[in-house]
């Protein structure tokens, strides 16, 4: 299985991100996805963004994660 974090894309370069995922912020290829902009949410595997989510999916995904982690 693969798991994958969302994040929020903060900026744009020559198709790489700097995503924040919960606070920590990291540079990504988004090579594989068309048209992500700043202020959309991805689904972030080995530092490759692999889909584009919903700011609910981001959500509902960082509760199930938090409530692992308690």
Do not use: F, W
């Amino acid at each position: 299985m693969c798991v994958g974090l969302p994040a929020k894309v903060v900026q744009m370069k020559n198709g790489t991100a700097i995503v924040d995922a919960t606070g920590a912020r990291r540079e990504i290829s988004t090579e594989l996805l068309e048209d992500v902009e700043p202020g959309d949410y991805v689904m972030v595997h080995a530092g490759i963004a692999i889909a584009k989510i919903t700011a609910d999916d981001q959500t509902e995904t960082q509760e199930l994660m938090q409530g692992l982690m308690s």
